[in-house]
Each structure stands twice: as C-alpha cells, then as structure tokens.
C-alpha cells in the first residue's frame, strides 16, 4: 500500500519581531507536498500542520485518509495559493501521468498549481509506470474560501476620533487591526482610535476564516486645523469698520457671517453705514477640509463732535 502525507510549506507576507526560533510571522500557506512515506498502522489518520501566528502553533486541520481502497490523501488549501503535489520518485525511466480536474494533464514527477479557485478542487490521479509495472494513486485537493480583507481608513482632523472600518466578510470571520511598529491591535471590524498626532499612518487588517486569511492596508491621514483669528474694531457712526483674519496659508477659505456684511469669502470684511451698538461676527477658516471658528466684536459709538457742533 503507498501512504501519502502533506507536508505545508509557508512563506511569509511580512516580517515580524519574533523570536529566532519563529522566523517570521506567517500569513498565508503557499506549497503543500504530498510525497510516499512509510506505511501507518491505521487506515485513517488526522495530521495537523501549524503556521506561526502571534508566538503559537495553530493547526491548519488538514486531514490525510490513507486506505487500501482509495489510496487517497486529502489536502486543504486556501484559494488563491499555489500548490505543489508530488508522487513517489520512483527513479530513472519511471513514467508519470497526472489527471486532473477542468481537463488538467501532467507528465511530470511533481506538478504546481498556481492561485488555486475553486474550479480547481476535486480529485488528481497518477500514474506511474516502470519496469512494466504500473502504480496509481489519488489527492483529493479542497480548496476553502478565503475571506475578503477591504479596510477603510480616511482624512482626519486633529483632535477628531479616527474611524477604520472593514468591509462585512461574512458570518465566523475574526478581523484583526494593527499599526506596526506599535503594539496597537483592535479586534473588531470598525474601530476607533483617539488621540493620533498630525501625519500618516498605515494600518493593517487581517481577517480569517477556517485557517484562511487576507490583508488589506487602510491609508490613514491626520490634517492640521487652520487657526481662525482675526482683529475686533472700534469705530464712530459714519465709519468703515475692517475685520482681517490672520493669513491661514494657499488654498486656506474664509467665511465671514453677521450683520451687513459685504465680503463672504474674503480674510477682510469691511463694514460701513452701522448705526451705534455693538455687532458680533464669526469667522470661519477651511483648509483641507479641516476647519475653526473665532469671534470678533465691532463696537460702534456715536460721534459726540458732530452732535456738539450741531447744538453750537
């Protein structure tokens, strides 16, 4: 009887800080063996095969059925991995056929089947014929469904809560953020974060399914908010009133807002014909989308030098 067991082979998405012994993280499985082994004393048995993740062993539940009558190992792959199957080498002028599934053929001792779909599971049957004799076998490859990773990040002010989200991947699926190199991890799909200073950031999300996962990055931006300030004024009746707002820089919007304004959309308002009192205007600064208030004051007095030489 020939047995055949699947061995995974990783390869990393992204390096780590782990111990040596660890290597480096492992996000993906992208080659699995299957290769001629020494007979087992049962006829089924269940194999687990491991990927590092966070320091610890996790199984992939990969199970291998080794019987008289199938002579079948069973392997689990994520789709869009690739996969190298392989038969015993039975040496120099050995023969290798393979049969597969949507029409696929092979004469080679190993095949490898790139960014596995689901199209490509079912059963894949070898020949090997030598010497006058023939030996056959069978893998049954399954390919799992592997989850969708979208992350949703955006443009930020300061001071303002930080929103990541993910898109919904489904029902069982786990999401994981992070932000290298910082120990920051969050475990649900949409996330708050406080408190990030001005600038860019990159934050990464897992999200798994059945041993399954996929990554996605979310572009994160932190914008500064433009400073509103501008002078108050102190004029008579009969004079022109002039609010200015402090220069906010290019691409900087100032909107100026209350009683008998003439400029909107202008750092100075001028302001003429206003009877005594005093007038409250708000001034409002956008620049990338970003945005502040301040309030400035006229006061307005009657001009005693007119009203004293009208009663002389």
């Given amino acids: 009887m020939i047995t055949f067991t699947i061995v995974l082979r990783e390869t990393p998405l992204k390096a780590q800080n782990k111990p040596e012994s660890i290597d480096r993280e492992i996000e993906k499985p992208t080659e699995l063996l299957a290769y001629n082994s020494q007979p087992m004393l049962q006829d089924t048995s269940e194999l687990f095969f491991f990927s590092f993740d966070e320091s610890r062993a996790v199984p992939y539940h990969k199970k291998i059925v080794n019987t008289e009558d199938s ?20 040496g120099e002028d050995a023969i290798y056929s ?15 089947l790139e960014k596995i779909t689901p199209f490509q599971a079912g059963f894949y049957n070898f020949t090997i014929k030598k010497n006058g004799s023939t030996t056959i076998g069978k893998i049954k490859l ?19 809560p930080i929103k990541l989200s993910a898109a919904d991947a489904g029902i069982g699926v786990n999401y994981r953020w992070t932000l290298p190199p910082t120990d920051f991890s969050a475990y649900n799909s949409e996330v708050i974060v406080q408190d990030l200073a001005i600038g860019h950031y990159t934050y990464y999300l897992s999200v798994s399914k059945n041993g399954c996962k996929s990554v996605d990055t979310a572009k994160v931006e932190v914008r500064n908010i433009p400073v509103a300030i501008a002078n108050n004024a102190n004029i008579k009746v009969g004079q022109v009133a002039k609010l200015e707002a402090h220069d906010a820089g290019t691409e900087a919007l100032y909107v100026w807002k ?10 100075i308002a001028t302001l003429s014909d206003l009877n005594a009192g005093k007038y409250i205007y708000v001034l409002k600064v956008t620049k990338n989308g970003c945005s502040s208030t301040n309030i400035s004051t006229v006061e307005v007095q009657k001009d005693d030098t007119k009203a004293s030489a009208k009663n002389e």
């Fill in 71 to 90: 002579k079948t190992s069973t392997v689990y792959v994520c789709e869009n991995n690739s996969i190298v199957l392989s038969t015993p080498d039975f």
């Fill in 98 to 112: 393979w049969k597969g599934p949507a029409g696929f053929s092979s004469i080679s001792q190993q095949i490898r």
């Fill in 142 to 160: 399954m390919v799992k469904e592997r989850p969708r990773a979208i992350a949703i990040g955006g443009q930020f002010c300061y001071g303002d």
């Fill in 258 to 267: 209350g009683p008998f304004i003439d400029t909107i959309n202008d750092k």
